[in-house]
T-cell receptor, first 118, second 109 residues
Framework: DTGVSQDPRHKITKRGQNVTFRCDPISEHNRLYWYRQTLGQGPEFLTY????????KSRLLSDRFSAERPKGSFSTLEIQRTEQGDSAMYLC????????????????FGPGTRLTVL | DAKTTQPPSMDCAEGRAANLPCNHSTISGNEYVYWYRQIHSQGPQYIIH???NNETNEMASLIITEDRKSSTLILPHATLRDTAVYYC??????????FGGGTRLMVKP
């Protein structure tokens, strides 16, 4: 399967613990995005990378959240000192960005990691 | 990205065409209209996109009004597997996707 993969698919943790999620994008895609989705809402943007550079971060990304894409391939999203409000589906997407003139920049999403903080 | 407005829910009979409207009256000239859908507990799935012209692919057709202030996604023969939340997004290709509430489409037998 050559789609976006995420690991783990489900994570249950206790409040105050740290968690880390991994995303493997489609291999030739240079952009990687993280979104968060709470129950009944649409996904909300968190951050994105172009290759290894983190280009934008949402205000939703508090100091407890950190994302990396060290080699421009896979990415990790870490949440420190988890809170019950962090319970959500964390979605990763990737795209091939070839400049603003290209319209074919659709983002392909992974299956998500569902986080439950007890 | 421009804000989009969609009805919160719609029903459609299996085998009939599903027509999902979207209003994007503040869309700018360089923003495309993208449609995604999300089946329960899965990641969003790209459906189709367009700028000015109507578009068709194996999944759906996209009709964009001449003034680009609204569009309609058409699923020509809806099946039960098309039951999902459908998101219309005015997207400046390259930036993040801004999802609204979407339309929850229920296809009924």
């Amino acid at each position: 399967d050559t789609g976006v993969s995420q690991d783990p698919r489900h994570k249950i943790t206790k409040r105050g613990q740290n968690v880390t999620f991994r995303c493997d994008p489609i291999s030739e895609h240079n952009r990687l995005y993280w979104y968060r989705q709470t129950l009944g809402q649409g996904p909300e943007f968190l951050t994105y990378f172009q290759n290894e550079a983190q280009l934008e971060k949402s205000r939703l990304l508090s100091d407890r959240f950190s994302a990396e894409r060290p080699k421009g391939s896979f990415s990790t999203l870490e949440i420190q000192r988890t809170e019950q409000g962090d319970s959500a589906m964390y979605l990763c997407a990737s795209s091939l960005f070839e400049g603003l003139a290209g319209s074919y920049n659709e983002q392909f999403f992974g299956p998500g990691t569902r986080l439950t903080v007890l | 990205d421009a804000k989009t407005t969609q009805p919160p829910s719609m029903d459609c009979a299996e085998g009939r065409a599903a027509n999902l409207p979207c209003n994007h009256s503040t869309i700018s000239g360089n923003e495309y209209v993208y449609w995604y859908r999300q089946i329960h507990s899965q990641g969003p799935q790209y459906i189709i996109h367009g700028l000015k012209n109507n578009e068709t692919n194996e999944m759906a057709s996209l009709i964009i009004t001449e003034d680009r202030k609204s569009s309609t996604l058409i699923l020509p023969h809806a099946t039960l597997r098309d039951t999902a939340v459908y998101y219309c997004i005015a997207y400046n290709a390259g930036n993040m996707l801004t999802f609204g509430g979407g339309t929850r489409l229920m296809v009924k037998p």
